[in-house]
T-cell receptor
Framework: KAGVTQTPRYLIKTRGQQVTLSCSPISGHRSVSWYQQTPGQGLQFLFEYFSETQRNKGNFPGRFSGRQFSNSRSEMNVSTLELGDSALYLC?????????????FGQGTRLTVV | GQQLNQSPQSMFIQEGEDVSMNCTSSSIFNTWLWYKQEPGEGPVLLIALYKAGELTSNGRLTAQFGITRKDSFLNISASIPSDVGIYFC????????????FGDGTTLTVKP
């Protein structure tokens, strides 16, 4: 069974640009969550999608957005990039929202803003 | 908001030694999770705990869900070089699998 796949693995963007990251969950998983990981702030929850609807949102500005498609694949978008957006962006998928179902992470997308 | 304090921040140990790390929270969690992350990879789930007082093992790893539901610990016995990595605790306040609060991690170095 394939794991969570994130593309691209590495990305370099310029300040002010926008970026779209992609996440393909484990087959059959319907919940996708996004996290930002930086040395200074650790792992911070961005948002969660389930059945194409955003169910939870972390404390990030509106420049960070996402969506989920009918096949459960998810994308996150960051507009007007800032230097501080440089981070490892991790996607995690889980089978369901409730119960004892755990989230499995992808390898992440390393975003560098210059 | 919810905060997790994970300690120690880093550990340098000799191969064969036992390791212990813990997390405490300012609020109650219904689920505690322990992950390991290696360079260039995403976190990998090691152990999940669902009930207060629960003690669960996964090979040489043992974790416990504190009775107060505000803390958890992870023990690694007889460490080996491949145990090197960053260990994160994470807590969930409800049964939502999608949103977890993470500790800052414990960086483990094992000297052969």
């Amino acid at each position: 069974k394939a794991g969570v796949t994130q593309t691209p693995r590495y990305l370099i963007k310029t300040r002010g640009q926008q970026v779209t990251l992609s996440c393909s969950p484990i087959s059959g998983h319907r919940s996708v969550s996004w996290y930002q990981q930086t040395p200074g702030q650790g792992l911070q929850f961005l948002f969660e999608y389930f059945s194409e609807t955003q169910r939870n949102k972390g404390n990030f500005p509106g420049r960070f957005s996402g969506r989920q498609f009918s096949n459960s694949r998810s994308e996150m978008n960051v507009s007007t990039l800032e230097l501080g957006d440089s981070a490892l962006y991790l996607c995690a998928s889980s089978l369901l929202r409730g119960g004892n179902t755990e989230a499995f992470f992808g390898q992440g997308t390393r975003l560098t803003v210059v | 908001g919810q905060q997790l304090n994970q300690s120690p921040q880093s550990m340098f140990i000799q191969e064969g030694e036992d390791v212990s790390m813990n997390c405490t929270s300012s609020s109650i969690f219904n689920t505690w999770l322990w992950y390991k992350q290696e360079p260039g990879e995403g976190p990998v789930l090691l152990i999940a705990l669902y009930k207060a007082g629960e003690l669960t093992s996964n090979g040489r790893l043992t974790a416990q869900f504190g009775i107060t539901r505000k803390d958890s610990f992870l023990n690694i016995s007889a460490s080996i070089p491949s145990d090197v990595g960053i260990y994160f605790c994470a807590g969930r306040a409800n049964t939502n699998a999608g949103k977890s609060t993470f500790g800052d991690g414990t960086t483990l170095t094992v000297k052969p």
